[in-house]
């Protein structure tokens, strides 16, 4: 833990309210993965107010500025981490607590007491497939409220018609409620995300063609599936989930990462899947589809035959009654806004 005056690194409105304490894990994000040393870390800290733990976010700006990636502005990145944070409301998607700019970016999340389900999918023994099921349950209800505006607890005013897509699901950012199996999971880290804008691949084919560059009319037949991308991270979290071992890999000596990834190459070693349901086998593969527009939607998982099992379902409902019982009435959020204008509403339908 911290001591006294390790405290006084960081800034002095943070400090007024929080006390900080352990790492608890360390990030890199895609910016800045390319530089030595992560650009972000995780925090426990604890809330003096209320002595309630909470996780605190730190992004490293100045790992930023060094990556020079001037294109992929980092400040902009932030901005849509907490516009996005700030605006989803749902059970399975982490909430924002609080947020400081000084010389670095500090976000100030809910403390997830059974921390990371990479941690969990390390371990030696493969967790049940009952649980990888709640679990994956929970991810397609989060995932799937992204790309609609709807949540089980009524519409959400955010992006109406738009949705957001992750761009990062992986086993790190999949956090658990507690350190017990059956419990609930929340998706973080919305870093890499894109906020999805007006179909303007559209409004640009109003107009002649005359003008517009090959790209874009090659694009047409792509377009409006690049939501698809968090489809397909989800199938490789439920593959690892099931057998413990990942689909793709580098161990894998007769094709490349990329090789494997971009030819649906996965590696299927028997006797780690004979415990499996040929049923849960059968999601995997029909999301670990190359061709996004074959691949399964987050909708038409939800209706595999593998998820419908009522015992899971009733489960989760029961694991979301106890947090509404002992949750606070949601305050009014008093969070300073980020100073920045967000991004121009982008024009995903490029598959840029
Ligand atoms: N990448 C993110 O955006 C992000 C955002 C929020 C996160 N919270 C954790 C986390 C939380 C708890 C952990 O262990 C415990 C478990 C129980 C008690 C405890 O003190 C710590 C480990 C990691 N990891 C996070 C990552």
């Known amino acids: 833990d911290l001591m006294v005056d390790d405290q006084m690194m960081f800034p002095k409105e943070f400090r007024e309210k929080y006390i900080m ?100 999918v390390s371990r030696p023994i493969k967790m049940k497939e009952d649980t990888c099921k709640l679990y994956f349950y929970q991810m397609l209800l989060a995932v799937k409220v992204h790309n609609r505006s709807v949540t089980c607890w009524g519409a959400l005013n955010y992006l109406h018609d738009n949705g957001i897509i992750h761009r990062d699901l992986k086993p790190e950012n999949v956090l658990l409620s507690s350190s017990e199996e059956i419990c609930l999971i929340k998706i973080t880290d919305f870093g890499q995300s894109k906020i999805l804008g007006e179909a303007s691949l559209m409004k640009t084919l109003c107009g002649t063609p005359m003008y517009l560059a090959p790209e874009v009319l090659n694009s047409l037949g792509t377009a409006g599936y690049s939501r698809a991308v968090d489809c397909w991270s989800l199938g490789v979290i439920l593959f690892v989930c099931l057998c413990g071992y990942p689909p793709f890999n580098e161990q894998n000596t007769q094709l490349s990462l990329k090789d494997q990834i971009t030819h649906g190459k996965y590696t299927f070693i028997a006797k780690e899947w004979k415990h499996v349901s040929d049923m849960a086998l059968d999601l995997v593969k029909k999301l670990l589809v190359v061709d996004p527009s074959k691949r399964l939607t987050t909708e038409e998982a939800l209706e595999h035959p593998w998820l419908q099992d009522e015992d899971m379902k009733t489960t989760f409902q029961q694991l979301l009654a106890q947090t509404c019982t002992n949750m606070s009435p949601p305050e009014t959020s008093k969070m300073p806004t980020t100073t920045r204008k967000r991004l121009h509403e982008n024009e995903e339908e490029y598959g840029s």
């Open 21 to 120: 304490s352990k790492t608890l894990g360390r990030f890199l994000t895609e910016l800045c993965s390319c530089f030595s040393g992560a650009c972000g870390e995780v925090k426990l800290a604890f809330e003096k107010s209320t002595c309630n733990k909470v996780a605190v976010k730190i992004i490293n700006k100045r790992k930023f500025v060094a990556s020079g990636l001037t294109d992929a502005n980092p400040a902009l990145n932030i901005n849509t981490e907490i516009e996005i944070l700030k605006k989803i409301d749902h059970p399975c998607l982490i909430k924002i607590k609080n947020f400081f700019e000084a010389e670095d970016y500090y976000i100030v999340l809910e403390l997830m007491e059974g921390g990371e389900l990479y941690d969990r």
